[in-house]
């Protein structure tokens, strides 16, 4: 059947490639937004104090198994936060004893969190070397920080400047260009022969940079990489459509409660969790895509992260447009979910 006809879509249980759940009353109130609709997501370890260690990940993704509502089916892929400190042994164990899939580079001061991120990538070599051996991927926030640097362009100096050099080094290093958001990124990751996959954020398919800016700032649309503009949204959705396997769904769901979004240094960060399988069937749907839905939320992340398809289903049906909750309540007060600006008419049922 011609997509634009498709009025109902069973897909594997989909995978979400980039998640912040935070610790404590917010991740007790944001996982079941998460665990509702996917079956595993790689856990972002950018906390206070950061999640650096084997150690500190299997406390982790502890309290993630106990704050997990009845029922929950769900499995949380740990991530290492990399810091210039980070023993290659530990990394080793991590993976080698199943507790962390992979590893995150925040370059210092790139975003929330950060501050005991990489300044000398020449520091973190021996780390990324055993990755490369042993096949844990590198999943790489992608923004220089020079404060030189025109934070629009920011992803694109990056590529050249950090990813193109720390390619040739490691070469057998597997990297995911986490939330990529211009049609730079979009470029390098098709030109790539190997070992080089993107995620994409629900968001960043679609708001651009008007949608922040224009008439009036938009907290709730601020997040990092900030959106660009359209022709790069556009770049972006046609790599999620296409169905090539580099490009996944990792939402970047990133919650914080509307204090610290609203206020004169608003945080950055976009909830998407609760409602991002029916905004994607809405972008896939408008793409007469919609049957592409399953490789870019289903099919392609672990296939590159060398992980089993999901034997689970939901399924999605269009329809009368489908309510959300604007916000979530939390012990520390409401975070808002993501507002797509348009009618959701795919509804999820498990
Ligand atoms: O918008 C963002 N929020 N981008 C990030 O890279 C971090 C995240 C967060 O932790 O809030
Ligand atoms: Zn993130």
Same mark, same amino acid.
């Given at each position: 059947?011609?997509?634009?006809? *498709?009025?109902?879509?069973?897909?594997?249980?989909?995978? @979400?490639? =980039?998640?912040?759940?935070?610790?404590?009353?917010?991740?007790?109130?944001?996982?079941?937004?998460?665990?509702?609709?996917?079956?595993?997501?790689?856990?972002?370890?950018?906390?206070?104090?950061?999640?650096?260690?084997?150690?500190?990940?299997?406390?982790?993704?502890?309290?993630?198994?106990?704050?997990?509502?009845?029922?929950?089916?769900?499995?949380?892929?740990?991530?290492?936060?990399? +810091?210039?400190?980070?023993?290659?042994?530990?990394? #080793?164990?991590?993976?080698?004893?199943?507790? $962390?899939?992979? &590893?995150?580079?925040?370059? !210092?001061?790139?975003?929330?969190?950060?501050?005991?991120? *990489?300044?000398?990538?020449?520091?973190?070599?021996?780390?990324?070397?055993?990755?490369?051996?042993?096949?844990?991927?590198?999943?790489?926030?992608?923004?220089?920080?020079?404060?030189?640097?025109?934070?629009?362009?920011?992803?694109?100096?990056?590529?050249?400047?950090?990813?193109?050099?720390?390619?040739?080094?490691?070469?057998?290093?597997?990297?995911?260009?986490? =939330?990529?958001?211009?049609? @730079?990124?979009?470029?390098?990751?098709?030109? /790539? &022969?190997?070992?080089?996959?993107?995620?994409?954020?629900? =968001?960043?398919?679609?708001?651009?940079?008007?949608?922040?800016?224009?008439?009036?700032?938009?907290?709730?649309?601020?997040?990092?990489? &900030?959106?660009?503009?359209?022709?790069?949204?556009? $770049?972006?959705?046609?790599? !999620?459509?296409?169905?090539?396997? #580099?490009?996944?769904?990792?939402?970047?769901? !990133?919650?914080?409660? @509307?204090?610290?979004?609203?206020?004169?240094?608003?945080? %950055?960060?976009?909830?998407?969790? +609760?409602?991002?399988?029916?905004?994607?069937?809405?972008?896939?749907? %408008? $793409? $007469?895509?919609? /049957?592409?839905?399953?490789?870019?939320?289903?099919?392609?992340?672990?296939?590159?992260?060398?992980?089993?398809?999901?034997?689970?289903?939901?399924?999605?049906?269009?329809? @009368?447009?489908?309510?959300?909750?604007?916000?979530?309540?939390?012990?520390?007060?409401?975070?808002?979910?993501?507002?797509?600006?348009?009618?959701?008419?795919?509804?999820?049922?498990?």
């Amino acid at each position: 059947m011609p997509d634009r006809h *498709v009025t109902s879509l069973t897909i594997p249980r989909p995978d @979400d490639w =980039h998640l912040h759940l935070r610790d404590g009353a917010m991740l007790q109130a944001v996982l079941p937004e998460t665990t509702r609709h996917f079956g595993r997501a790689i856990i972002m370890p950018n906390l206070v104090p950061p999640v650096v260690t084997a150690e500190q990940a299997k406390a982790y993704r502890e309290r993630i198994m106990n704050a997990m509502p009845p029922g929950g089916q769900f499995e949380p892929l740990m991530t290492l936060y990399l +810091t210039e400190a980070t023993d290659p042994a530990d990394v #080793r164990h991590a993976h080698e004893a199943g507790i $962390a899939t992979a &590893v995150k580079l925040y370059p !210092a001061g790139a975003t929330t969190n950060s501050a005991s991120g *990489v300044r000398d990538f020449e520091k973190v070599r021996p780390v990324l070397e055993v990755m490369a051996e042993i096949g844990m991927p590198l999943c790489v926030h992608g923004e220089v920080t020079d404060s030189a640097i025109d934070i629009f362009d920011r992803e694109a100096v990056f590529i050249d400047k950090v990813l193109k050099p720390l390619r040739k080094k490691v070469p057998d290093l597997k990297i995911v260009m986490e =939330h990529v958001t211009t049609q @730079d990124a979009v470029d390098y990751v098709r030109d /790539s &022969v190997k070992n080089l996959a993107a995620t994409i954020t629900t =968001h960043h398919l679609i708001i651009n940079r008007n949608h922040v800016l224009a008439g009036g700032i938009k907290p709730h649309f601020y997040c990092l990489p &900030v959106a660009k503009r359209d022709t790069h949204r556009v $770049a972006l959705v046609q790599a !999620a459509v296409s169905g090539d396997k #580099r490009f996944f769904l990792g939402t970047d769901s !990133a919650p914080h409660i @509307d204090p610290l979004k609203l206020q004169a240094c608003g945080c %950055a960060g976009i909830f998407t969790a +609760t409602n991002t399988m029916s905004c994607l069937a809405e972008v896939f749907d %408008a $793409a $007469a895509r919609i /049957s592409k839905l399953e490789d870019f939320a289903s099919r392609n992340g672990p296939k590159f992260y060398g992980l089993p398809v999901s034997e689970q289903t939901i399924t999605l049906t269009k329809g @009368d447009p489908v309510s959300y909750p604007t916000q979530i309540e939390t012990a520390d007060g409401p975070v808002t979910v993501f507002d797509p600006g348009f009618d959701l008419h795919w509804r999820v049922t498990c």
